[in-house]
């Protein structure tokens, strides 16, 4: 595996890490690019809790020397490289770049960067991201460029979290009488184990996007059962998914991958154009990770 020029000894282990809003996902290979190991943690979303994303990094690379047989000292030996929900804002980035790493050296992007390159090997293409967040990117002659993805407070339309919280909206008002309390309102009260607006409000007032997140399956569900309301955010959600993938098509001339949590149960929900774009991945985000570092385009963190 090609690596940069350093003084330092070669690693002897390469990990690409997918950092997502709800987990973490960190494969390890060898010089040659064998896979060794692959390792899970939890949510790796530097713009909503850096000291979280960088415990999940630690925690899943760990899982993957583990998975591998490696003793806990192989840190210290492993380049972990990767791409990570809310990287491209700079003071995220900061967060990573200044972060004192075990690692024997660290390199990271977005999570849409890695995802991207990796689906495409490098060439142009587009991507679709649906999972707890949403957000489509071009890659156009090495040059990245993204729609959507400003996360769950601003954006996100579409994506597992935004379909949560559009059904506890919707909920909130059947109980306050200002729309009529059906099958959705209902299973959201019981998942919540919370019956009244202040309840619920109580519960969720500082819930994350993956608590929202729990609700897609149910909407999901819902809508496949033809109720109305479940039926109606599905639409609204798949139509502003496929108007930010139909921009990512164009500017990249190439077609389009899906990834993410919720983009299969979501995919058949898609306009027919968007569908008609679509291709298989040629890899997931933890090699395009590695792709990434062997082109030399990560920003590097800080060293221990």
């Not at 290979?29 to 979280?52: E, Q, T």
């Not at 020397?65 to 003793?71: E, I, S």
């Given at each position: 595996?090609?690596?940069?020029?350093?003084?330092?000894?070669?690693?002897?282990?390469?990990?690409?890490?997918?950092?997502?809003?709800?987990?973490?996902?960190?494969?390890?290979?060898?010089?040659?690019?064998?896979?060794?190991?692959?390792?899970?943690?939890?949510?790796?979303?530097?713009?909503?809790?850096?000291?979280?994303?960088?415990?999940?990094?630690?925690?899943?690379?760990?899982?993957?020397?583990?998975?591998?047989?490696?003793?806990?000292?192989?840190l210290q030996q492993t380049l972990v490289c990767g791409g990570f929900a809310g990287a491209n804002l700079?003071s995220a980035s900061n967060v990573l770049k200044q972060w004192q790493h075990p690692f024997h050296s660290?390199?990271?992007?977005?999570?849409?960067?890695?995802?991207?390159?990796?689906?495409?090997?490098?060439?142009?293409?587009?991507?679709?991201?649906?999972?707890?967040?949403?957000?489509?990117?071009?890659?156009?002659?090495?040059?990245?460029?993204?729609?959507?993805?400003?996360?769950?407070?601003?954006?996100?339309?579409?994506?597992?979290?935004?379909?949560?919280?559009?059904?506890?909206?919707?909920?909130?008002?059947?109980?306050?009488?200002?729309?009529?309390?059906?099958?959705?309102?209902?299973?959201?009260?019981?998942?919540?184990?919370?019956?009244?607006?202040?309840?619920?409000?109580?519960?969720?007032?500082?819930?994350?996007?993956?608590?929202?997140?729990?609700?897609?399956?149910?909407?999901?569900?819902?809508?496949?059962?033809?109720?109305?309301?479940?039926?109606?955010?599905?639409?609204?959600?798949?139509?502003?998914?496929?108007?930010?993938?139909?921009?990512?098509?164009?500017?990249?001339?190439?077609?389009?991958?899906?990834?993410?949590?919720?983009?299969?149960?979501?995919?058949?929900?898609?306009?027919?154009?968007?569908?008609?774009?679509?291709?298989?991945?040629?890899?997931?985000?933890?090699?395009?990770?590695?792709?990434?570092?062997?082109?030399?385009?990560?920003?590097?963190?800080?060293?221990?």
């Open positions: 595996m090609s690596q940069k020029n350093t003084s330092e000894q070669a690693p002897l282990f390469y990990a690409g890490v997918d950092g997502g809003g709800t987990k973490c996902r960190a494969e390890l290979y060898d010089p040659s690019g064998n896979l060794l190991g692959a390792g899970v943690a939890g949510s790796a979303n530097i713009a909503r809790n850096g000291d979280v994303a960088r415990q999940s990094i630690l925690e899943s690379v760990s899982a993957a020397l583990k998975h591998a047989n490696l003793p806990p000292e192989a700079p660290f390199y990271f992007t977005s999570d849409l960067h890695s995802a991207l390159y990796g689906a495409h090997d490098g060439a142009n293409g587009a991507v679709l991201v649906i999972g707890t967040g949403s957000c489509a990117a071009a890659l156009k002659d090495g040059e990245l460029i993204q729609y959507g993805g400003h996360g769950f407070l601003l954006g996100d339309k579409g994506s597992g979290a935004w379909l949560g919280k559009q059904a506890v909206i919707h909920t909130l008002e059947a109980i306050d009488g200002i729309q009529q309390k059906g099958a959705l309102a209902t299973a959201v009260c019981n998942h919540y184990q919370a019956h009244s607006a202040t309840e619920l409000v109580d519960k969720l007032n500082q819930a994350n996007p993956g608590v929202f997140g729990e609700l897609c399956p149910i909407v999901l569900e819902l809508a496949n059962q033809q109720d109305p309301i479940a039926q109606a955010m599905v639409q609204q959600g798949s139509s502003y998914l496929s108007a930010i993938a139909r921009k990512a098509i164009a500017q990249s001339d190439g077609q389009l991958v899906l990834a993410g949590g919720v983009a299969n149960a979501l995919q058949h929900q898609l306009e027919a154009d968007i569908q008609a774009s679509l291709t298989a991945s040629t890899h997931g985000p933890e090699w395009g990770a590695i792709l990434l570092y062997q082109h030399g385009a990560f920003t590097e963190g800080a060293k221990l």
